[in-house]
Every structure is written in structure tokens, then in C-alpha cells.
């Protein structure tokens, strides 16, 4: 049992223009909490700094400033060594997340090797078999010397999901996991991701601009626009009493079919008035300030 | 609306179809060209000349023992002739040819060395290393090759210039285009989404080069390789040919080089410049063929191209039918 | 959700029998006998999976498909507004030319990339409007270039930019330009909102309905998300392994599909508002008809 807390985490990238250097802030001191057996999704447009939040977390990508605090049960912090082992990511597609030059077997076995879950090659193998039919990827002796390319959409997102498992995290970022899938699928993939939450008491972070699902496979939903958080609350409240105009924007774009005729509406509000320089906090049922640090996070007029 | 099937149902995947057809060859196997004419003639002719280089040396005599028999053509005794000198053409050709391949193999190795360090390592490990490795690219992609090649060879004294001195020569100013085109191939792998996620996993750095992206680039590499020594016996056979060869080392250049002092052209004497050119020719078309079958790997659309003008070729044939039939029936009507 | 009134009379596109095969080692069929009716100011959605053949399909119809693929059986009428029926499938290339683009255009899946990187928005729509009209004075051309752009919410000072100074909602609403410039009869859209955000698509939705009223065109609008196409469709077909197993108007298919697939498909789509899909947090479905089911999964 992991949890992460994330404190006024800031992203600057500099772009760079013939000789001009413009700063560009992606992330703007976003602060949120992953506790054990929890779903936090980060819903928001591409370019809103959500996949950079990913990579943050998953340390390809270092934070400008802000922390990011991983602490094990009993209180103690992890240590960087540990940290791949306790915190893992699911791709958005799984057909570029696995090499297609190895056999599905290769993909789970080294997460298990490198991280001493297992110490013989007929323990590891063991081990990659159980892990496939834990998602349902039976017979799994039948998958496990396949290629990723002999298996389906949906089949290769459970290996991916199986892999991230693998080192034993307890914390799980999944990027977008069903977006590159038939629809068919998708909430079989997302039932499977809910079942091995609620099995292991996992801390899943995710990230998704499909706000139908956000709301039914999460706990809470923080909702990000440019850079900063400008709603979070209980993923009911947040869909169903949407307080800021983004939000409000982004639940009437999303296709309602018991509600139909929103989506081809008229804007509530003027778009050009939309800013992100005050969030809505359901928990407290008040406006606050964003993007600033936590600490200094006054009221919002 | 409770159209919803019940979770149990949902999670599985066995309802799922995974695709259909027939299995494409992965792993070690994938990298494999698969068989077509032009590959086997390649194929053929490599192994036939590579064979000839190894073999041919034990069965010929001694290619420099000269006769009282200078520019005869071809006969029962020699089958291609002798030279100016008397010396046996076919010996001086299996030797040649045997020269010329080990220096083929040794700078193909050596340049492929040297533009994998420099191209997929400072790919992969990106930033300043990147740059530097790649300013260095492009310097000695600049530098014209084969004049440089004749001012090194100029300056080492030709006691000391071996086949070694040669062969690196060649390497150091023939590496440099084959890592422009690893560096691009590694950082289109590198920003694949299976790499970072086995950084992910924790995997050290050493191993995600070798381990998850090298495979996905042998069959450039291959290309590369090939690339490499076609160039380097075509390079050694023209600094052969002017003089500035290995000294010590017989290569189909300097049979060449030998040929034109002696005046073989303009005296008719085929036999003395004709083989060592063909082998050459024969060689570097062997070579070419089969990098096109490799091409036809990196790049899968080459490899269906035929088969799918073959098929296109029908479909429209088989339209065009129905569209007549069509026809001939309203007409009817 | 606006109905074209009386369209029903009014027929602009009819496929009969449609059957496109691909020929491969074991020919492959992938639209198996379609037939379909598009009616003026209409708007068909149609719906199914990667693979179900809707995009074929929608290639045949305007025979774009590409050898090995081929129409094995099938016809294609086009109802002009003059009243003259044209078959499709009869149609020489050089008419087959004149015809697309001008009674009935395309746009493609991921056609924002489909516009040319190195010429500017106004001469790719002026290269068109050319190559249909070639006597089309050079005014007219600015004049039909930025009523278009107006037309889809884009500013006219864009007709000077490349595609790549534009964004990809921008993009995309140049190349539905580009698809309405000759006034079509009828517009196909596969996918064309698929690469991009909710909100963006909102905005090319509103766009296309909007249009649909004021210029009478039929759209057959192609997607894999079946709520979208309920949102803004009259008609839906839905396709499974090249077959359209379903034809109804939206709201009946909403609220009574016939076809198991169709209901699988709607049922695939946790609901925005309602309870529909809630179970995936839970784990126990209260709305499945035997709770009983749920709790066997962990045994």
C-alpha cells in the first residue's frame, strides 16, 4: 500500500525560436493526492499539461519545481531505487507500448527480473503465467511465446497492464489505457483495471479527456485546463453540478444520448471569457485560487 | 436502458478476436529477407565469388613467378591468359579477389563499428552528447572521401602502408553517412512508446539500447554493412588503381593498376583487365541485390508491392467483367 | 435534434446490393450486400468497429477503392437535383472525375494532414475550384474561397496561411471546407473528428448540422462512437463484419435496437448522466438483471 502526494507540481519548458528562448509553463503548481484502492482522474484537452503530469510521476520528465512525496504504508519514504517498483505506468496505445521484436513472455519477465520478484527462470516463468491469467489472458501458456502482433488491441493492452503489475506496484498512471480500442472493448479493459484496484488496494492516477468514463471509473475527478486544476471534487459532483465554464464546456461536448441536443447547442458562455485563474473545489464547496502554491492559496473573489 | 452485459462477461477477453490471417514471421525469424529471384541471384554470386576467394588460392600457383610468355590469351594452360610478365592471370585473380574481400569485410565491420557508436548511442542518450557525436557526423560527412583517402595514403610511406593502414583509412572517412541514417532510424525507435516504457520497468540504459532497440535496427544496420563494403572494395580498388594501394597485398585494384601500366587496354589484352572489372562488378551487384531484399524488410510496403499489383491487377479485371455483364443485361432489357 | 421534414420523398443516393471484395489469397468480402437509401438533408451516421468495413464502404460508394479491392456486385444511383439519375459504377473516369468532388465530396479520416504542407489555404482552394471550373473568374474564386472559410468558422485572413501556421480543429475545418467549395449534394465524413478533443469536435458538429440546414446536403457521417452519431444523426446503420445489421432512425435505435450487436455497442458507452456503467468503480452491477452473476467472478 503506496500513497503519492503531489505538491505544487510546476513544468517550464523553454522553446526555443531562432535566437528568442519563450517560456512555456505546462504544468502550473498542480497538487493532488493518490491514496491505496482510489481513482483520481485528470480530465482535460490535449496540451493541458495532463500527459506531463504522466511523465513527471513516472520520472521521465524532472519537475521545475514541486515534489513529488511517494510513502509506503508505514510511513516511510520511498527511496529512489524503489521507485519504478512501486509506482507504474499503462501507454495509451498498446501497439506502440510493445516491442514488437519480443515475445509477450519477455515483456512481463523483465519487469519481474529486475526488480527481484523472482530468481530462477522457472520461477519467472511461473510467475508471467499467473500474472496473464490474473488478466484474463487465458490459456495463458498459449500467450505467453506469442508476438505482440499476434494479439489483439485489447489482448495487448492487458499485457500492458500485466507488465506494469508485474514489479508489484501499488501505484498505477494510466495514460488514456482505452482510447486506441474498439468500444466494444473498453469497458472490459476497464473492468479489469477496477477488479485488480480493488484486489491489490491499488493508487491509480487516470488520465482521460472522456469524461463518461472518468465518472464511473473514478473517485474523484480534477479537471485541468492550461496548466492549472480548475475543478476537482467527487466524480459525481464534478459531471453532474459542473461549476467552472470549462467544465460546464467540456460535459456539454461530450455526447449525452439521454440527454441529446447539448452538444449541438449554443456555448453558455463566451469562450474568450474562459480563464483558468480560479478553481472550484467541491470538497470545500469553494472557489479558490490556482495556480499558486497550496500553502499561499487564498479564497477567490 | 439495461443493455449492459454483466461484469463478469465484461472483463474477459476471450470474446474478443484477435487478428485474423496468417501469422506474420516475428523475433529473429522476421529479420530474415524472405526468398525472391533477385536475392537468390545476389545470394549465388556472393557465396560463388566468396568461395573462389577462399579456395581458388590453394589450387593456382604462385601468382608472381614470371615466364618467357608475356600477353598470351587464353589456353588449356592458362585459362585466362598471362600477363606482360608471364605471370598467370587466373592465380593473380584468386588472390586479388581473396585481398579485395578482406579488406571488403574489414572496413564494412570497422565503419559499422564506428557509426553505431556514433549514431545510436548519441541518439539514445540525447542532449550534448547528441550534438557533439552528431557535429562530428556531419564534419567528416563533409570531408570528400576519396581525396582525403589519397592525401593519408600520400603521406603514410608505402613500407608502412598495409592493409591494415588501408582498411582504417577507408573506415574512418566511410562511417560517417551510415550513422546520419542509424541517428534518425534510433531516434524514431528511442521515442517509441515500448522504450519508454521499459525505462519504466527499470531498465538500465545499456540494455534498452541493446536489448529493446538494436533489434528493430539490424536489419539497417545490415543495409549499412553491405553498404560498407561494396564501398570500401570499390574505394580500395581505386586507390589501388592509382598507385596508392596496399603495398604489400595483392587486391583486384592493384591488378588493374598492373593491367593499365602494362598497356593491356590498347594492346587488346582483354583477358589481363576484363576479370579483375567483372569480379568487381559481379561482387557489388551481388551485394546490391541482396540489400534491396533487406530494404524490402526496413521498409514492408517494397516487400508487397508486387503481390498487390498482381492482385489489383485482377480486382480490376474482374470489375471491369461485371461492369460488362451489367451492361450486356440492361442492353438485353 | 432537427429531422429534415418531408426528406423522406426526396432520395439523393441509393446503394443496392452492395458487395466489395478484396482480393487477396482467400478473398476477403467487406461490405457484404449494403443497401441503403441517403435522402437530401439528411444526415446518416454509420457506425461500427475498426474493421466492419465502414470506411470500404464509403470508398465503393464513391469509387474511390483501390484494387485489390473491387465492387463484386451492387449498384450505385445518384439522384441529381436536376432530376437525372446517374449511375455510379457506370461512370467513364472522366465523368467519374467530374462528378466527384462536384455532386458528391469526401473527408477523409485524418484529413488534416491531408492538406498539402507547402501551398497556402488559398491556393488549394483555388487549384480546386479550377480544376472544376476552369472559366471561374479570379475574383469569383476569392469571393466562393472565403465564403466557404466564413461558412465553417474559420477567419478569412487564413487563406494566406500554411496548413502547418493552423491547428489541427482548424485544419480540419479548412479540409470541410474544401469537401463543401462546389456545393456537393452529398458530403462523406469518415471519421473526421476522431483525432481531436471534445471540444473542438463540439464545434465541428454544430458546424456540420448547421450547414446540413442551411444548404440542404445529405451527410453520411462515419464513427465508431455511437453516442456522437445519436446526438446528431437522423438515420443510423450500424455494421458488423461488413454487413449493415441495423437501419433505423436514431431515437428508435436508442431506445429499441433490435440487434444484439447494436445493443452490445450502445451498451459499450458508460452513460454521462445516468447510472449506466457505474459498476466499473463498484464492481457489482446494479443494474444487471442477475446481480447474482457479479459475485461469481471472484469464486
Not at chain 2, 574481400?101 to 556514433?118: E, K, N
Not at chain 3, 439519375?85 to 461512370?91: F, K, N, Q, R, T
Request: with cysteine; charged share 20%.
Amino acid at each position: 500500500m503506496t500513497s503519492v502526494r503531489v505538491t505544487d507540481l510546476v513544468k517550464d519548458y523553454s522553446i526555443r525560436t531562432g535566437l528568442k528562448r519563450t517560456r512555456l509553463r505546462a504544468v502550473d503548481h498542480v497538487s493532488l493526492e493518490l491514496t491505496p484502492g482510489r481513482t483520481v482522474a485528470l480530465v482535460g484537452e490535449s496540451g493541458s499539461g495532463k500527459s506531463t503530469i504522466a511523465k513527471i510521476l513516472t520520472r521521465m520528465e524532472t519537475p521545475s519545481s514541486g515534489t513529488v512525496d511517494v510513502r509506503l504504508d508505514d510511513g516511510t519514504a520511498v527511496a529512489r531505487s524503489r521507485y519504478r517498483r512501486e509506482v507504474q505506468m499503462v501507454f495509451q496505445d498498446p501497439f506502440a507500448s510493445l516491442n514488437p521484436f519480443h515475445s509477450i513472455e519477455h515483456h512481463i519477465a523483465r519487469p519481474l527480473r529486475i526488480h527481484k520478484r523472482t530468481t530462477t527462470a522457472e520461477e519467472t516463468r511461473e510467475r508471467v503465467l499467473e500474472m496473464l491469467e490474473r488478466v484474463n489472458l487465458t490459456p495463458a501458456a498459449n500467450i505467453a511465446p506469442r508476438r505482440p502482433h499476434e494479439l489483439s488491441g485489447g489482448q495487448r493492452q492487458r499485457v500492458a497492464i500485466a507488465r506494469a503489475l508485474a514489479p508489484g506496484a501499488q501505484v498505477l498512471i494510466a495514460d488514456e489505457p482505452v482510447s486506441m480500442l474498439d468500444v466494444s472493448i473498453r469497458l472490459g479493459v476497464l473492468n479489469l483495471l477496477g477488479r485488480l484496484q480493488r484486489e491489490d488496494a491499488l493508487a491509480v492516477l487516470y488520465i482521460t479527456h472522456d469524461l463518461a468514463t472518468a465518472r464511473h471509473f473514478s473517485d474523484e475527478i480534477v479537471v485541468l485546463y492550461r496548466g492549472r486544476v480548475v475543478e476537482r471534487g467527487p466524480s459525481d459532483a464534478v459531471i453532474l453540478d459542473p461549476h467552472h465554464e470549462y467544465t460546464k464546456l467540456l460535459a456539454l461536448a461530450a455526447p449525452d444520448p439521454e440527454r441529446p441536443g447539448r452538444v449541438t447547442s449554443s456555448d453558455p458562455v463566451d469562450r474568450e471569457t474562459i480563464d483558468n485563474s480560479t478553481c472550484y473545489d467541491h470538497f470545500t464547496g469553494s472557489w479558490q485560487e490556482a495556480g499558486v502554491p497550496a500553502a499561499a492559496r487564498a479564497a477567490a473573489p | 436502458m439495461t443493455n449492459l452485459a454483466s461484469p463478469t462477461a465484461l472483463d474477459t477477453a476471450a470474446d474478443e478476436p484477435a487478428p485474423s490471417g496468417r501469422p506474420a514471421r516475428a523475433g529473429w525469424r522476421s529479420l530474415l529477407p524472405t526468398m525472391t529471384p533477385w536475392l537468390a541471384i545476389g545470394l549465388v554470386l556472393i557465396g560463388g565469388i566468396t568461395l573462389f576467394a577462399v579456395i581458388a588460392p590453394y589450387f593456382v600457383g604462385d601468382p608472381r613467378e614470371i615466364r618467357d610468355m608475356g600477353l598470351t590469351g587464353p589456353s588449356a594452360e592458362f585459362p585466362l591468359g598471362t600477363t606482360q610478365t608471364g605471370q598467370d592471370v587466373l592465380a593473380q585473380l584468386a588472390f586479388a579477389t581473396r585481398g579485395s574481400l578482406q579488406i571488403g569485410i574489414i572496413v564494412g565491420l570497422l565503419a559499422t563499428a564506428l557509426s553505431a557508436l556514433f549514431g545510436i548511442y548519441g541518439a539514445y542518450k540525447g542532449k550534448v552528447l547528441d550534438e557533439a557525436f552528431s557535429l562530428l557526423t556531419n564534419v567528416f560527412l563533409v570531408i570528400p572521401g576519396l581525396p582525403l583517402v589519397i592525401v593519408i595514403s600520400g603521406f603514410v610511406p608505402r613500407e608502412s602502408r598495409g592493409l591494415w593502414t588501408i582498411a582504417v583509412v577507408l573506415a574512418v572517412t566511410s562511417w560517417a553517412g551510415a550513422a546520419r541514417v542509424l541517428r534518425a532510424q534510433t531516434l524514431s525507435v528511442r521515442s517509441r512508446d515500448y522504450v519508454a516504457a521499459s525505462q519504466v520497468s527499470g531498465e538500465k540504459s545499456w540494455r534498452v539500447i541493446v536489448v529493446e532497440i538494436l533489434p528493430n535496427l539490424l536489419p539497417v544496420i545490415a543495409s549499412q554493412f553491405v553498404f560498407a563494403v561494396i564501398a570500401a572494395i570499390l574505394g580500395e580498388a581505386g586507390l589501388s588503381y592509382i598507385g596508392l594501394g596496399a603495398s604489400n597485398s595483392a587486391t583486384l585494384g592493384t591488378m588493374l593498376f598492373y593491367a593499365q601500366n602494362g598497356f593491356a587496354l590498347s594492346l587488346g589484352a582483354w583477358w589481363w583487365f576484363v576479370p579483375p572489372g567483372l569480379m568487381i562488378a559481379l561482387f557489388g551487384m551481388g551485394l546490391s541485390l541482396v540489400n534491396f531484399s533487406i530494404d524490402e524488410l526496413i521498409n514492408p510496403k517494397l516487400k508487397n508491392l508486387r503481390l498487390h499489383r498482381k492482385r489489383a491487377r485482377r480486382a480490376a479485371r474482374l470489375e471491369r467483367e461485371l461492369a460488362r455483364d451489367t451492361t450486356a443485361k440492361e442492353a438485353v432489357r | 435534434m432537427t429531422t429534415a421534414t418531408g426528406a423522406a420523398a426526396r432520395p439523393v443516393l441509393t446503394v443496392e446490393d452492395l458487395t466489395v471484395v478484396y482480393e487477396s489469397d482467400e478473398p476477403v468480402t467487406a461490405v457484404k450486400h449494403a443497401d441503403l437509401t441517403l435522402h437530401r438533408g439528411e444526415i446518416l451516421g454509420l457506425a461500427g468497429e475498426s474493421g466492419c468495413g465502414k470506411t470500404t464502404l464509403a470508398y465503393a460508394v464513391n469509387r474511390l477503392h483501390r484494387p485489390p479491392a473491387r465492387i463484386a456486385s451492387g449498384r450505385i444511383t445518384f439522384h441529381d437535383k436536376s432530376g437525372e439519375d446517374i449511375d455510379i459504377l457506370a461512370l467513364e473516369d472522366a465523368e467519374l472525375r467530374a462528378f466527384r468532388w462536384d455532386k458528391l465530396s469526401m473527408v477523409f479520416q485524418g484529413a488534416m494532414n491531408a492538406l498539402n504542407p507547402v501551398t497556402t489555404v488559398r491556393a488549394q482552394l483555388r487549384d480546386t475550384l479550377l480544376a472544376h471550373r476552369p472559366g471561374m473568374s479570379r475574383k469569383a474564386i476569392r469571393e466562393r474561397s472565403e465564403e466557404v472559410l466564413r461558412r465553417v468558422g474559420v477567419d478569412v485572413r487564413r487563406l494566406t496561411s500554411y496548413p502547418h501556421e493552423l491547428s489541427g480543429g482548424m485544419r480540419q475545418r479548412v479540409m470541410i471546407a474544401m469537401a463543401m467549395l462546389l456545393e456537393p449534394q452529398i458530403m462523406i465524413m469518415d471519421e473526421p473528428t476522431t483525432a481531436l478533443d471534445v471540444v473542438v469536435q463540439r464545434d465541428i458538429l454544430r458546424e456540420i448540422v448547421r450547414l446540413r440546414d442551411e444548404l440542404d446536403f445529405a451527410v453520411v457521417f462515419i464513427t465508431h462512437d455511437l453516442p456522437l452519431l445519436l446526438e446528431i444523426s437522423d438515420c443510423i446503420a450500424v455494421m458488423l463484419e461488413g454487413e449493415i445489421v441495423e437501419l433505423e432512425s436514431a431515437q428508435r435505435l436508442y431506445r429499441d435496437a433490435s440487434h444484439p450487436y447494436t445493443r452490445r455497442l450502445l451498451g459499450s458507452f458508460p452513460s454521462l448522466s445516468g447510472s449506466r456503467g457505474a459498476f466499473i468503480r463498484t464492481g457489482v452491477d446494479e443494474t444487471a438483471p442477475v446481480p447474482a452473476q457479479a459475485s461469481k467472478e471472484r469464486a
